[in-house]
C-alpha cells in the first residue's frame, strides 16, 4: 500500500471529481429527456428521451461506483486514523474488537446520559440532542466498520496459514 498522505493525495480529488460528474450526469438525465418527448428512435422503437436518460442515469451510476470505490478507501485510511487518535493500539485480535465493542457501549451510555441534559438547553435543546444522536452514531459506526475489518483480517489470516499447511502436505505427498 502506498504511504497515507500520498494515497489521500490521489484518492480525494478522484472521489470529489466523481461525485461533481455523477451530479453532473444526474442533472442531465433530469432536464435533457423531457426536451425529447415524443422522438422516436429508429429501429429500437424507444422514444429518444428515455433512452438518454438510461444513458445518463448508468454514467452518473458508474461514477458513484468509482467514487464508492475511493471512499472505502479513504475511510479505511480515516478510520485508521481515528482509531489511533482515541487510544487504541493498531493490533488484530479479537481483544480489540472486544475493546471496540466496549467502546460502542460507553459511546451509548454516554449519548443516553448527555442526551436529556441537553434537551433542555433553551432553545437548542433538540438540537443538540440531535446532534449528540448523530455524533454518537458516526462513533458507534466507524468501530463496528473497525470490527468487521479486524474480523475480516483474523479470518483472513487463519486462512492463509491453512492454505499454507495444504500446500505443504500437498507438496510432501507429490514428493513421495
Given at each position: 500500500?502506498?504511504p497515507?498522505?500520498?494515497?489521500?493525495?490521489?484518492r480525494?480529488p478522484?472521489?470529489?471529481?466523481s461525485?461533481?460528474?455523477?451530479i453532473?450526469?444526474?442533472?442531465?438525465?433530469a432536464?435533457?429527456?423531457p426536451?425529447?418527448?415524443n422522438?422516436e428512435?429508429?429501429g429500437l422503437?424507444?422514444e429518444?428521451?428515455?433512452?438518454?436518460?438510461?444513458i445518463?442515469v448508468?454514467?452518473?451510476m458508474l461514477?458513484?461506483?468509482r467514487?464508492?470505490?475511493?471512499?472505502l478507501?479513504l475511510?479505511?485510511?480515516?478510520?485508521d486514523?481515528?482509531?489511533?487518535?482515541?487510544?487504541?493500539k493498531q493490533e488484530v485480535?479479537?481483544?480489540?474488537?472486544?475493546?471496540?465493542?466496549?467502546y460502542?457501549?460507553?459511546v451509548?451510555?454516554?449519548?443516553?446520559?448527555i442526551s436529556?441534559?441537553?434537551?433542555k438547553?433553551?432553545?437548542?435543546?433538540?438540537?443538540?440532542r440531535?446532534?449528540i444522536?448523530y455524533v454518537?452514531?458516526?462513533?458507534?459506526?466507524?468501530?463496528?466498520?473497525?470490527?468487521g475489518?479486524i474480523?475480516?483480517?483474523?479470518?483472513?489470516?487463519r486462512?492463509?496459514?491453512?492454505?499454507?499447511?495444504?500446500?505443504?502436505m500437498?507438496?510432501?505427498?507429490?514428493?513421495?
Open positions: 500500500m502506498k497515507i498522505g500520498k494515497e489521500i493525495r490521489l480525494f478522484r472521489l470529489t471529481m461525485l461533481i460528474m455523477s453532473i450526469f444526474w442533472i442531465v438525465s432536464i435533457v429527456p426536451t425529447m418527448e422522438i428512435v429508429p422503437d424507444l429518444a428521451s428515455l433512452l438518454v436518460w438510461i445518463t448508468a454514467v452518473a461514477f458513484l461506483l467514487a464508492l470505490s475511493d471512499a478507501i475511510g479505511d485510511i480515516l478510520t486514523i481515528f482509531v489511533k487518535r482515541i487510544g487504541i485480535s479479537p481483544k480489540r474488537a472486544f475493546r471496540d465493542f466496549i460502542i457501549i460507553v451509548i451510555l454516554v449519548a443516553a446520559a436529556p441534559v441537553l434537551g438547553v433553551g432553545n437548542f435543546g433538540n438540537t443538540l440531535n446532534i444522536t454518537a452514531l458516526g462513533i458507534i459506526l466507524i468501530l463496528i466498520y473497525d470490527i475489518r474480523v475480516y483480517r483474523i479470518i483472513e489470516q486462512a492463509q496459514s491453512m492454505a499454507d499447511r495444504l500446500a505443504k500437498a507438496e510432501k505427498s507429490e514428493g513421495k
